[in-house]
T-cell receptor, first 114, second 112 residues
Framework: SAVISQKPSRDICQRGTSLTIQCQVD?????MFWYRQQPGQSLTLIAT?????????ESGFVIDKFPISRPNLTFSTLTVSNMSPEDSSIYLC???????????FGDGTRLSIL | QKEVEQNSGPLSVPEGAIASLNCTYS??????FFWYRQYSGKSPELIMS????GDKEDGRFTAQLNKASQYVSLLIRDSQPSDSATYLC????????????FGKGTTLSVSS
């Protein structure tokens, strides 16, 4: 399975600031996914990021709040903008499923907003 | 709205017992089914995948799929305290390139 590295692993941020999360994969993948996991909850898909095109956002998530970049087939970033305490979550980068491969996750970014 | 339903638990079993985790899904077009294990503070880890009706065994784990009933389950035999975690059921539809849809997870506690 692909090795997925996320940075930072955790951060504590001030209200109103923005944080960019990086996701690096050790192989080329067509699609990358960003999920959010709020405390005690399951995973919610934020958006799907394809290389060379705009990300596709799920209902309830907008580009102004969660801008995504996908400059090449091994890298993506998710920015959490104008953060509020409600944004305190784990943010997870994921790759797959493609060509029958299951979906795997990075270690996640644990974000707390004060 | 495509949904994946799981009992949140907690499901408590003694060490050595069989733990049975259940999941139902709403989208009849779903083609692939997965079980992930998530320890507290960690990201989800894939433990089983199943694509066709019937049983699939891997060590102490058995996944069962019944597409007609839109039901998938995970059995853990000889449960160990290290199996204590949240188990997430995930479903993928047939359309290529779509992400998994996750249930809320069932918390399993195995007592020694």
């Amino acid at each position: 399975s692909a090795v997925i590295s996320q940075k930072p692993s955790r951060d504590i941020c001030q209200r109103g600031t923005s944080l960019t999360i990086q996701c690096q994969v050790d192989s080329q993948v067509t699609m990358m996914f960003w999920y959010r996991q709020q405390p005690g909850q399951s995973l919610t898909l934020i958006a799907t990021a394809n290389q060379g095109s705009e990300a596709t956002y799920e209902s309830g998530f907008v580009i102004d709040k969660f801008p995504i970049s996908r400059p090449n087939l091994t890298f993506s970033t998710l920015t959490v903008s104008n953060m509020s305490p409600e944004d305190s979550s784990i943010y997870l980068c994921s790759v797959g499923p493609e060509e029958g491969r299951p979906q795997h996750f990075g270690d996640g970014t644990r974000l707390s907003i004060l | 709205q495509k949904e994946v339903e799981q009992n949140s638990g907690p499901l408590s079993v003694p060490e050595g017992a069989i733990a049975s985790l259940n999941c139902t899904y709403s989208d009849r077009g779903s083609q692939s089914f997965f079980w992930y294990r998530q320890y507290s503070g960690k990201s989800p880890e894939l433990i089983m995948s199943i694509y066709s009706n019937g049983d699939k065994e891997d060590g102490r784990f058995t996944a069962q799929l019944n597409k007609a009933s839109q039901y998938v389950s995970l059995l853990i035999r000889d449960s160990q305290p290290s199996d204590s975690a949240t188990y997430l059921c995930a479903v993928k539809e047939a359309q290529a390139g779509t992400a998994l849809i996750f249930g809320k997870g069932t918390t399993l506690s195995v007592s020694s």
